[in-house]
């Protein structure tokens, strides 16, 4: 079985729940989604997003916003380079 | 990166040097970018999306920058099925490789693939039973990349398959069990382990072949600890169980374990062609022999594990760089591991 989109879990939730059934030497309840999540939500996809729109900005001429866009982007760059997962 | 040269050995996290029934642990995670849809619902330009992001967080950050990225299209199939049997992709990836990528590190124990079922499934490995750091690397990984998942209070991580939600993670041991299945033991393990959460199957072929095995988790949305901590228990006491039912063999059936051992070496050793699955069974009853102390030295082992993963079909084709029939690769097989075992005993 494969599901589509996030929307799914909400739709089919209890369908899935009768699914997935824990063998008794586990906990009785499942874990919520804060006891799994470790890696925290981080900023490229937000940065990719970002140099995206300023150069759609750049192209339609729009430089006052482009630049707060800029700015935007060299903030999350540099918060990255101090955490050492940016190369340059 | 060369794959005629990487066909020539196993990567480090190939097989453990100092016992042959562990081979190796792996690690699996599986991610959803937000926003998006899965990969089965996605449109293209959405596949095309999440591959562009994905490979900017690879080529912008320091650990990844040094993985080589392949597009699905651009492997011809005997290069997808060479990386299949080096573990990096899935079968899925073999027979539809569009709009799909994968990534892989120097050393090859770590794969980053894109677009298959899910977005992103982070597969990593380590040597022998070394499931943590198999764990950790690919952890550190899903870190590194720095993406938003997708995720609901309620659930943990979403997935394609409901049975990968939570955690997203699916931790598997490799273990090499040939008594087991000689005294009829196998079998019941399977079915006494099975109802407890554990999923058993045969790392290549079907049935029994080859007797190397894998065991993973069957459930993924549960306490991390819950997942990892069982299989160091687990591991340790199915190779407690193998090392046994090898004593009874060495004490009661002492000529039938003989037999077996200096058969495989002979029939490596005089063959002129060589199926897979033949040189698997055989390279198995020699690996026993060296664990038992019954043929070759304990140094040899290694070797000999190299050359269950370098005799199969694509690494044959890889080596000899042409397409390969079945009968033909069945003698390039025979070669190869002839040569291997002559120049052992030359050196030796």
Redesign the interface.
Known sequence: ??????TC??TF?QF?KN?????P???EA???????????????????RLKRKLQELLDKEAYEEAAKIRDKIREIENE?RAK????T | MNLGQRAKRAPKWWGDTTSDIPLFARAKLVR???GY??P??ASDDELEEVC??IT??IE???KL?EFTTFRGEELSPEDRNFLWERFLISKTFIDSPKGKLVAISPDEDVSVVVND?DHLVIQSFANGLNIREAYHKA?EI??????????????????????E???GLRVAITLHLPALVLLRQYNFTVETLT???FIFHNLWGTGTTGYIFVVTNA?T????E?IIT?FEYLANALIKQENKAREVMNTHLADILEDKVTRSWGLLKYARLLSEEETWTYISGIRMGISMGLIFSAKELPRFTNLLLITRHSHLEKRTGRKLQQHIAEKERAELVRSFINGMEAGS
Not at chain 1, 31 to 46: C, N, S, Y
Not at chain 2, 221 to 224: E, H, I, N, S
């Open positions: 079985m494969e599901l589509g989109c996030s879990y909400e939730g899935i699914l997935l059934v824990r063998t030497w586990q906990k499942p874990p919520k989604g804060a006891e799994i999540r470790d890696e925290e939500p981080d900023k490229h996809l937000q940065l990719y990255l050492g997962q940016k190369g | 959803n970018l937000k849809n899965f089965l619902k562009e992001i900017y967080a912008h950050s320091k920058k079922r952890n899903a870190k590194i990349l720095g993406l938003e998942y997708t995720y609901l209070e309620e659930w943990g991580h979403l997935t394609s398959s409901p049975l939600v939570g955690t109802p407890q959460g459930l949305w549960a306490f991390r819950e069982p």
